[in-house]
């Protein structure tokens, strides 16, 4: 049977506006029940303590609880592909970290794209990390440092926190741009390669503001510079790197991903929800004890953000030839 066109179009019309109005029902009753976010690191470290710190504040702010479950495993990537397979509904995230960026290159064989398998959500900040030397290191500022490694090249070495981390990566990039050639040593976490330094096994390190600034404070590490584009106010007699090696800039940062096909509607609730979290005095405050820097962003911005780290990270461990242990 056919409809008269005057009765046709407006119902054609109503139907056009149905699919909106569901995807507005879901956003409004969003959340249902609690939600995960994923955490591909031990409890008690410092993106767990973050992730725990958010999720407090998004629970008061959304009327449900969020709950951080630490996935360990596999550098992050077990977390990560558990995010990936869940229900696009909004009620499991991920903790993504600077580790998923280098991880889309450093590992072959992924069952996952991270840029193409989850949807950017908020990012949530950043800790800065800082160039060491042991005191009895003859350099005193990057150049001094770039000329002594210039005229040593192989014979200077600087610590890691494993194969692959960012303390790894960020000094196979001050190599390439610095035009420099260091000996990578790997420990078993930040807090042995520090403790490496601190025993003079090896020269530098690029550890994170958090876990060097009670040595810097002390006297017993020296910091040549950070590793934001400008000074800290935590350290402000310290230049930035860039300042001597162009194009250096390393942060370890985090933010909320989501399975990729989560309704705009809901990515768009919680990015807001998570800025206005990020501008509460009292986070910011128990953040900032931690040296973590709040930065928010549009999910758009966050995902140019994501691939711009990506494609970074890329071309270091591919120049490098840096693979996992």
């Not at 926190?161 to 790997?186: C, E, I, K, R």
């Not at 931690?290 to 270091?316: D, L």
Request: no cysteine.
């Amino acid at each position: 049977m056919k409809l008269p066109r005057r009765k046709f179009l407006p119902l054609a019309g109503s139907a056009a506006v149905l699919p909106a109005v569901s995807r507005f029902a879901n956003a409004q009753a969003y959340p249902s029940r609690p939600v995960r976010i994923l955490v591909g690191f031990a409890a008690g470290g410092a993106s767990d303590i973050v992730a725990r710190l958010l999720a407090q504040q998004l629970s008061e702010r959304l009327g449900e609880t969020f709950i951080v479950e630490n996935r360990t495993g596999a550098g992050t990537n077990i977390a990560t592909e558990a995010a990936v397979r869940a229900a696009p509904d909004g009620h499991t995230l991920l903790l993504a970290t600077h580790t998923n960026a280098i991880n889309a290159t450093l590992y072959a064989s992924l069952r996952f794209n991270f840029m193409r398998d989850i949807a950017p959500v908020a990012s949530v900040g950043r800790v800065t990390t800082v160039m060491l030397v042991h005191p009895s290191f003859p350099a005193k500022t990057v150049g001094e440092f770039v000329a002594s490694a210039k005229a040593n090249p192989g014979k200077i070495n600087f610590a890691s926190a494993g194969n692959g981390s960012l303390t790894h990566v960020s000094g196979a990039l001050f190599d390439m741009l610095a035009g420099t050639q260091t000996v990578h040593v790997p420990y078993r976490g930040e807090a042995p390669g520090l403790t490496g330094l601190l025993a003079g096994e090896v020269q530098f390190m690029f550890p994170t503001l958090t876990a060097s600034l009670p040595h810097i404070k002390a006297g017993t590490l020296l910091a040549l510079g950070v590793t934001t584009a400008t000074p800290l106010a935590a350290l402000p007699d310290v230049p930035a790197v860039v300042q001597s090696v162009p194009g250096f800039e390393v942060s370890a940062w985090q933010g909320i991903g989501a399975p990729k096909d989560t309704p705009a509607e809901i990515v768009d609730k919680l990015n807001q929800a998570i800025n206005a979290s990020l501008a509460d005095p009292d986070l910011q405050r128990r953040l900032a004890e931690g040296a973590y820097e709040p930065v928010s962003m549009t999910p758009a911005a966050f995902g140019k953000f994501i691939a711009e780290e990506t494609e970074k990270w890329r071309k270091v461990v591919r120049a490098a030839k840096i693979e996992p242990v």
